[in-house]
């Protein structure tokens, strides 16, 4: 059984409602899903030839065409896919779930996802998942964000790990053990320095976005849950980016700042590029999304991240999906998504072309045993948290937040003032 330490925060996003997700009221008005759909649910949903909706963000369009696509070909129900701009995926929902437009299915940012349930855009489906039999080996961070009050509202779309990847050719240049992962916090320091002290031009021990800060979370919460520590209370209004172990990620990008082994375009880096210079072969150890494995065209070493002393973790990102409050299809829905967490559809779709699995049984499947980096990624996705918060975007993830002051004092300034402004992280998510 896998297990995480989710923070289950059930309360509606002032970040959603601030980008247009008024949607104030809808969740008492949603109805359950035996309301909303013109048949009873079986285990294994309706397949009779029904035309289904579904929208989804275009960063998982890969994923999201090859589900929908193999679906298709195999069922009689039919799949119309929607990929929606992420900029303007949230403003969509919110419209259709104010003029009860919204899809069949819609995926959403894990992120958005408690939100969004708690609004009441999502028909419960908790008798759905409690009677699959694998329901113990589906990823728990995914499950957790999507359960509001005991009441489960979606399951896991596609998944997006961070995880600690490497340049095997620049590591045997700069002496390193090419199959070796850094175990530690230090360790990593110390690969990414003996790659700087190769002077390559246009070369560099490690590479970020230091002022990304959806990139920040998603790269260096892990080392402080694989250390074993938290970054948030349990509620999710309070911040502990300022304990030993976070100052300890901090100190050691601050050291690597200092000593030119960071990337130097990363001081301004807000997302776009930030994993470019790696998949170019110009950068020897970073953490980087899992995703992006099968793009690169050198060998490249991957492992979780780690913690100051050791141990792993990954940020368990990624979109859920569930059935809309607006389907009256809910019976041929479920059997998409019934389908989706088959081993048919986890394997011989989405493992077949280099993706991670949401069933931790199936991590280890004949496409993964070739490559034994996608065991590891599939193994670590359960040693990762899915951190969520009331107000998370404007915290971490907006322009200008208050946890990109805090790194980019502690790392490029060289101010003392994590205490500070981790109060200003807590400030905003306690509102």
Known sequence: ??????????????????????????????PAADEASNEPITAEGTDDGTTLTLWTRAPIERQAKLLVDAYNASHENQVELTVVPNDDYVAKVGAAAGSGGLPDLFAADIVYVPNWAQQGLFQDMSEQIDGLDFKDEINPGHLA??????????????????????????FAEAGLDPEKAPATLEEFSEAAMAVQALNKPDTYGTATGLNCGGCLVFTWFPSIWASGDEVMNDDGTESLLDGDSAQAVYDT????????????????EAGPT??????????????????????????????????VDGGVSTFVGGDGIGISKDSKKAAQAWNFLNWMMSEDAQVEV????????????????????????????????AKGDTPVALNFQQAFNAPGSPWLTLIRN????????????????????SQ
């Open 350 to 381: 989405l493992a077949k072309d280099g993706n991670a699995v949401s069933r931790g049984d199936l991590a280890d499947n004949e496409y993964s045993s070739a490559d034994p980096r996608l065991v590891t990624i599939n193994e670590v996705a």
């Open 145 to 170: 964000a999507g359960t509001v009050d005991d009441a489960e509202y979606v399951l896991p779309f596609a998944l997006d790990l961070s995880m600690l990847f490497w340049n095997k050719e620049l």
């Open 253 to 268: 990008w601050a050291g690597l700042e200092e000593a030119g082994a960071v990337l130097p375009s990363s001081t301004d």
């Open 1 to 30: 059984m896998i297990t995480t330490r989710t923070h289950a925060v059930r309360r509606a996003s002032a970040a959603a409602i601030a980008a247009g997700l008024l949607l104030g009221g809808l969740a008492a008005c949603a």
């Open 410 to 429: 502690a790392v490029l300034n060289g101010e003392d003032s994590v205490p500070a402004d981790n109060e200003e992280i807590t400030a905003i998510l």
């Open 274 to 307: 930030w994993t470019a210079a790696f998949s170019e072969g110009k950068v020897g150890v970073m953490p980087f999304p899992a995703t992006l494995l099968p793009s690169l065209d050198f060998d490249a070493g991957v492992a979780g991240i780690p913690g």
